[in-house]
């Protein structure tokens, strides 16, 4: 079983930059991908930013492209860690940050569809102000 916790939220200026680190652990033997997401204020959840598991593929929606870099490292073997930066950051990304591992085959690809995903960590909350 995989477990994943979120790390880094806060309350952060609009126009800076500020990181989130989402740490894998436990049955790492396979390889997979991992997403970001979010969920604002009385909205629903949706895709952020997503790694295969070599970290060769990325992919971001298009609200963050340009603003967002996911990154991960898998040096450890006892975790896994997948960061988050985020510059120029704007009121309109409050809201709570989600990461979660693949689970659809194939499972090494990320894509944007959060029910592709399992399973998911607690969630970290970002408010930006302006």
């Known amino acids: 079983q995989v477990q994943l916790v979120e790390f880094g939220g806060g309350l952060v200026q609009a126009g800076d930059s500020h990181r989130l680190s989402c740490v894998l652990s436990g049955r790492l033997s396979r390889p997979y991908a991992v997403g970001w997401f979010r969920q604002p204020p009385g909205k629903e959840r949706e895709f952020v930013a997503g790694?295969?598991?070599?970290?060769?593929?990325?992919?971001?929606?298009d609200s963050v492209k340009g603003r967002f870099t996911i990154s991960r490292d898998n040096t450890d073997n006892a975790k896994i860690t997948v960061y988050l930066q985020m510059d120029k950051l704007k009121p309109e990304d409050t809201a709570v940050y989600f990461c979660?591992?693949?689970?659809?085959?194939?499972?090494?690809?990320?894509?944007?569809?959060?029910?592709?995903?399992?399973?998911w960590g607690q969630g970290t909350q970002v408010t930006v102000y302006s």
């Open positions: 790694i295969s598991w070599s970290g060769n593929t990325t992919g971001y929606a």
């Open positions: 979660a591992r693949k689970s659809l085959t194939p499972i090494v690809k990320m894509s944007e569809f959060p029910d592709e995903y399992s399973p």
